[in-house]
T-cell receptor, first 118, second 115 residues
Framework: KAGVTQTPRYLIKTRGQQVTLSCSPI?????VSWYQQTPGQGLQFLFE???????NKGNFPGRFSGRQFSNSRSEMNVSTLELGDSALYLC?????????????????FGEGSRLTVL | AQTVTQSQPEMSVQEAETVTLSCTYD???????LFWYKQPPSRQMILVIR??????QNATENRFSVNFQKAAKSFSLKISDSQLGDAAMYFC????????????FGKGTKLSVKP
């Protein structure tokens, strides 16, 4: 079974630009979460999608947005990039769970997209 | 607020020996899960071990075991017979069962294994 695939793996942008990152979850996984990882703040939750609906959102400004498609693939977008947005962005998928089922939290991570903002 | 604290930024262990990584957490919830994730230098995080809060028995996975003290809100990871491949960042994480994808991670412990 293929793992979680994130593209691109590396990218360099300049302040003010926008970026779109893509994530393909493990086949059959309907939940996709996004995390930002930085040396200073560690791993911080961005948002989670299930069946094309955002179910949960972390404490990030509105410049950070995401979406999920009917095939469970997800994208996140960061607009008006700032230097502080430089980070490793990790996507994770989890087994179906479902709206009525508790989230057991076992996540399967991709290798991440390393964003550098100059 | 729910928080996870890992007090050891770095640790070192000799190959074949045992090492224990510490983690404490704070929550007012009663139904939750705790995890240890490993992030090797290649960056892909993988699950090492998981503990359900309602289970009193400590989880074990081969050379990895936990010491879960619910009252003390402590969740340490013991690695026995350490191997060179165990060298990585280890993250302790918490999730409330009603949350959706929002794992709360500690800052991590960098484990080095000396041959």
């Amino acid at each position: 079974k293929a793992g979680v695939t994130q593209t691109p793996r590396y990218l360099i942008k300049t302040r003010g630009q926008q970026v779109t990152l893509s994530c393909s979850p493990i086949s059959g996984h309907r939940s996709v979460s996004w995390y930002q990882q930085t040396p200073g703040q560690g791993l911080q939750f961005l948002f989670e999608y299930f069946s094309e609906t955002q179910r949960n959102k972390g404490n990030f400004p509105g410049r950070f947005s995401g979406r999920q498609f009917s095939n469970s693939r997800s994208e996140m977008n960061v607009s008006t990039l700032e230097l502080g947005d430089s980070a490793l962005y990790l996507c994770a998928s989890s087994s179906p769970g479902g709206v009525a089922l508790p989230n057991t939290g076992e996540l399967f991570f991709g290798e991440g997209s390393r964003l550098t903002v100059l | 607020a729910q928080t996870v604290t890992q007090s050891q930024p770095e640790m070192s262990v000799q190959e074949a020996e045992t090492v224990t990584l510490s983690c404490t957490y704070d929550t007012s919830e009663s139904d939750y899960y705790l995890f240890w994730y490993k992030q090797p230098p290649s960056r892909q995080m993988i699950l090492v071990i998981r503990q359900e809060a309602y289970k009193q028995q400590n989880a074990t996975e081969n050379r990895f075991s936990v010491n879960f003290q619910k009252a003390a809100k402590s969740f340490s990871l013991k690695i026995s017979d350490s191997q060179l491949g165990d060298a990585a960042m280890y993250f302790c994480a918490y999730v409330w069962w009603g949350s959706q994808g929002n794992l709360i991670f500690g800052k991590g412990t960098k484990l080095s294994v000396k041959p």
